[in-house]
């Protein structure tokens, strides 16, 4: 039987994982008074927090004991092998599951084996010639999501917040023009590629989902692709930026699983209309999630009909700024701003005040900014 844990003293009440307060965060508790994973409990200060993550949540999240894998420091990085400063390690969850799903995931060691070879994958070669000077952010983001390479693929992983891997997709990608080739063998898994199993029963979670935990009070970005949870993620590292896979994946109850954050939708020139209606339905059951209206707004017919999406929005405007190399110069007008509308959204709400900033672009609403005005801000720096 779980429940709440009883207060008994400030011994019994912990930090919060999102609002990092002391004893006043309390955690759900089985018959023998062990505790499920520090972040599964309720924020006392539901006013100023409301932070709640449930064991009901916890084992949909995670319905059995598998191996998972945790952060920890290595010996640091080998100058030819590009490999990842963090080391993977198994761990187990110490719950049994209340459902009767099982699912499979890869082992460590599987992934350990696809952190490095940089030198000969096509999307890190594209970061870096892009933003020749930024090579120690590149690195960083790299080692966050655990983007690897294999066999001329860039591997990205989908980690739970219990750190399993539940899927590793592999793309291949154009060094040249960063993006995507498509065709017969250009996308793959590193599941079929190692033939680990037949009918592999995968986790269905956002790539960069794992990161919710270590992130706890950031919001949170939505786009589409993994490359642009990457590219998001090297030009505003203020928030959490996570990908579907696909635009037909996003629906509400997936939202739901993110708890009460702040979430930003961005979706490709041709998924507006749904995540508009996703986000909507979203909003009818309580959930902070607004949608921005950028690429709908700014994109062209022809952009659109490619499906521009973020990253190719932010990487055009780098090349716009070809003497601007590292990735806060190029980005920090454009970018910068989302982070902005969340804090003046709030302070509108405190002071029942209905005023903008000038100064500020509303990624929620840009309908008002035509493309001279944004790229005058752009061009600033």
Not at 15 to 44: H, M, Q, W
Not at 53 to 64: E, I, L
Not at 212 to 237: H, M, N, Y
């Amino acid at each position: 039987m779980l429940s709440l844990e009883k207060y008994k003293g400030e011994k019994s009440r912990h930090i919060c994982p999102s609002c990092k307060s002391k004893n006043d965060f309390t955690r759900f508790i089985d018959e023998t008074g062990n505790y499920l994973a520090d972040e599964v409990g309720i924020c006392n200060r539901a006013s100023k927090c409301g932070y709640s993550y449930t064991a009901k949540q916890f084992f949909v999240d995670n319905p059995d004991k598998k191996i998972g894998l945790i952060f920890g420091k290595g010996k640091g990085k080998s100058k030819n092998s590009g490999r990842s400063e963090y080391w993977l390690s198994h761990t187990n969850a110490s719950q049994t599951p209340e459902t009767g799903n099982t699912f499979d995931y890869i082992a460590p060691e599987h992934l350990k084996t696809t952190l490095g070879n940089y030198d000969r994958n096509a999307f890190v070669r594209f970061l870096l010639n892009l933003f020749p000077d930024s090579d120690e952010e590149i690195q960083d983001i790299l080692k966050t999501y655990f983007v690897g390479t294999y066999k001329g693929y860039t591997c990205f992983p989908q980690i739970d917040r219990q750190m399993r891997i539940c899927k590793a997709t592999l793309i291949r990608f154009d060094p040249a023009s960063g993006k995507r080739r498509h065709g017969k063998g250009n996308t793959s898994s590193l599941v079929s590629k190692l033939r680990l199993k037949e009918n592999f029963n995968y986790k269905q979670v956002f790539f960069g989902e794992h990161l919710l935990t270590r992130f706890a009070d950031k919001p949170v970005a939505i786009v589409e692709s993994q490359k642009s949870a990457i590219v998001g993620g090297l030009c505003l590292p203020k928030m959490v930026w996570m990908a579907t896979g696909s635009k037909q994946w996003l629906n509400v109850g997936r939202l739901e699983r993110l708890g009460n954050r702040k979430i930003m939708l961005f979706p490709d020139a041709d998924g507006y209309d749904r995540w508009k209606g996703v986000a909507t339905d979203a909003q009818r059951q309580g959930l902070d999630v607004k949608v921005s209206t950028l690429i709908e707004t700014l994109a062209t017919e022809e952009e659109k009909s490619d499906g521009f999406d973020i990253a190719d929005y932010l990487i055009r405007q780098a090349r716009s700024n070809p003497i601007e190399t590292k990735v806060e110069q190029v980005v920090e007008q454009v970018v910068e701003p989302i982070v902005e509308q969340v804090k003046q959204s709030e302070a509108r709400v405190e002071q029942s005040e209905a005023r903008v900033e000038p100064t500020i672009i509303d990624f929620a609403n840009p309908c008002t900014l035509d493309q001279a005005t944004v790229d005058a801000l752009c061009n600033r720096f």
